[in-house]
């Protein structure tokens, strides 16, 4: 049996960025199935970046754990606007998410840790840095049978 579990969580979370831009188009303007090679053009932007897993076999089946993460990055403008607009769409987004328990059918997540961080863009001999907020689902889940 092959299983597209890593494939169908990325493109489920993309899914529900997608239902979040319908809604909000001048809040969250793209979102990317993985780090982009620039973030040039429409900012924020939302992309799925790590998707580590912990995996535990058992007699028949196959339990996997993933902590797939979604990056916001916001443009820089002046830092208290920055962080006002930001933050705003970081709490509509966690609500958003938390209507989501299942990305896919037959998976919950029942954690989530919220980091801000600095997103660094190297462009010829310049470096620019964006505000940014990592979100990560703890203990998303799968439960699959073993062949």
């Known amino acids: 049996m092959t299983t597209t579990f890593r494939s169908d969580i990325t493109a489920g ?3 529900i960025l997608d239902a979040f831009i319908a809604t909000n188009p001048t809040l969250l303007r793209r979102s990317e199935r993985a780090r982009p ?4 053009g429409d900012l924020p932007i939302a992309f799925v970046d790590g998707r580590n897993e912990d995996i535990r ?3 028949g ?3 996997r754990v993933m902590t797939p993460s979604v990056l916001v990055v916001s443009p820089i403008g002046d830092n208290v606007e920055t962080v006002v607009r930001h933050d705003a769409l970081v709490d509509l987004l ?3 998410f938390t209507s989501y328990p299942h990305i896919i059918p037959g ?3 029942d954690q989530m840790a919220v980091r801000d961080e600095d997103y660094r863009v ?3 001999d310049d470096t620019r840095f964006f505000f940014a907020t990592r979100f990560t689902f703890g203990n998303l889940s799968i439960l699959e049978g073993r062949s």
Do not use: C, G, Y
Request: glycine share 0%; proline share 5%; no cysteine.
């Open 57 to 59: 076999h058992d007699s």
């Open 94 to 96: 966690l609500d958003h």
């Open 61 to 63: 089946t196959r339990m």
């Open 37 to 40: 090679p620039s973030i040039a």
């Open 107 to 109: 998976t919950i997540w």
């Open 13 to 15: 979370l993309v899914t």
């Open 122 to 124: 190297d462009s010829n």
